[in-house]
């Protein structure tokens, strides 16, 4: 029977079976993988009719053929201090009600461990040893970002930020709106300004985030967006309300110390209290959590009274995390162990289904294409080097990645190489590495490289294959005798005595 003669209750059934279609398609998910590390929060979902991967992925896309995008990340969020990856304190609630309603990806991770790389790398879907914007250099002006093929869709885009790192360096053209918590466009040099954006002075703290984001939500009334919303907490300083802090006292759950397995290699790092890290400072970053989730439970509130919350898709993830001497690594800018590259993903469709956990493994980089690819938009395959969800979760593959690549800066810097169970470690210069079974090991304390060598050479060499797609070629992870290749890397930042100020505060520059 065509469509078209569909009577009432034709329609009524019709939408039923969609509705069945992307419940059974994210169960049909969870039963290809491997069960995930360590504790964890069973989301239901009720699978009613059998879909094709084909008509599964055309469900999917027609439910956001309209819908707003919004991606709020919490700064220094690692995901094994979220309730819905199975941290026992009660860090979030509004995230965890959020969690129910949405795709959770178990297996999701930074490709570097800091804001304004990692920023960069979310927008872009390049990898940092491509995009370049590391240490004090913006990416090149032309690199092609996230916010540009969905202005020309004809969606509003705006950008929110309350810490300096987070600024949009390099990346900001195709920006409706800037709101900075910086006196003009202090975040580049104001005569470099994109032509596009209207730059927005806002106070450094998350409340004028919230506030700025409520307003522009009033001004922009029927305009289908898409912003990008950084919250600072729950990055040092954690200075989170009495209230919350109040909650987390005692010896935080989980609390270890260890060293560095290469002495050699560990950064110091980090501000004031990491140089000392304990269980108190994990209680104030626990509150400082509960901060943050606080500010996304008020983003959700605004969508929700607004009437746009089931008109949205709404993305919650993270930068990367943060060490608490677990491995003799305080902060996160230099740490190649999971506490600093493990971070959480979330993704909730208008209507809040479909709902569930994938756990095959995935990174920043992947946001770019994923969204593209659900509103059916040109993909630049060229100019990115992520990949999609939306073959995971319209069940036509069992994973987009073999291997995960993240690096690290510091003193010496370091590649993670992971798949579903292992992570190598390979330390600049190519004479240090390290081999950790995640499942049975999963706070990584055993170094079993010598006796799975053949193992770690695979690892090794899938680096080798990575490295030649990188702009830079880094090799000198894997040959003690390699360079880098020299490209030419974008302008240096200028940092403002305004922004120095704010980066000091948040343990960025001593």
Known sequence: MAVGRWGPKGKAAAGIVAVGCLGLLVWRVALWQPAPRGPRTIISSRPLVLSTPAENAAQLRASVRAANILIIVMDAARADHLGCYGYPRNTTPNVDRLAAESLLFERHYTDYPQTKTSTASLFTSRHADTHLATEMQEIAADTFAMQRGLKHAGLTTAYFYSNA???????????????????GAAWRDPT??????????????????????????????????????????????????????????????????????????????????????????????????????????RIVDELRKRGLLDKTLLLVTSDHGESFGEHGYNWHPACPFEEALHIPMLIRFPGGRPAGRVSAL???????????????????????????????????????HQYLFSHTGG???????????????????GKLRALYDLDNDPWQMRNIIDRQSERAARMADAFRQFALTQ??????????????????RGKNVTLTEETKKQLRTLGYVQ
């Open 362 to 400: 995935t990174e920043n980089t992947d946001l770019l294409p994923t969204i593209y690819d659900l509103l059916a938009l040109p993909l630049p395959t060229q100019l990115i080097q992520g990949r999609s969800f939306l073959p995971l979760i319209s069940s036509e593959k069992a994973a987009i």
């Open 471 to 488: 702009r830079t070629t880094p090799l000198q992870f894997v040959d003690a005798n390699a360079r880098p290749r020299a490209v030419p």
């Open 192 to 297: 470099r300004a994109p032509a596009s954006a209207e730059v927005h002075r806002i106070g450094p703290n998350t409340e004028a985030v919230l506030a700025a984001f409520s307003g522009w939500l009033a001004s922009r009334a029927g305009d289908r967006f898409f912003a990008y919303v950084h919250l600072t907490p729950p990055h040092f300083p954690y200075d989170a309300p009495k209230e919350m802090a109040a909650l987390f006292t005692g010896r935080a759950p989980n609390y270890r110390r260890g060293r560095s397995p290469f002495p050699e290699a560990k950064d110091a790092g980090g501000p004031g209290p990491h140089h000392h890290p304990g269980s108190d400072l994990v209680n104030k970053y626990d509150a400082n959590l509960r901060y943050a989730d606080w500010a996304v439970g």
């Open 165 to 183: 790192w987070a600024s949009p360096w390099g990346f900001a053209e195709g920006f409706d709106d800037i709101y900075s918590p910086n006196s």
């Open 411 to 429: 003193l010496l810097p370091c590649y993670v190489v992971r798949d579903l169970r292992y992570a190598l470690l390979l330390y600049e210069g």
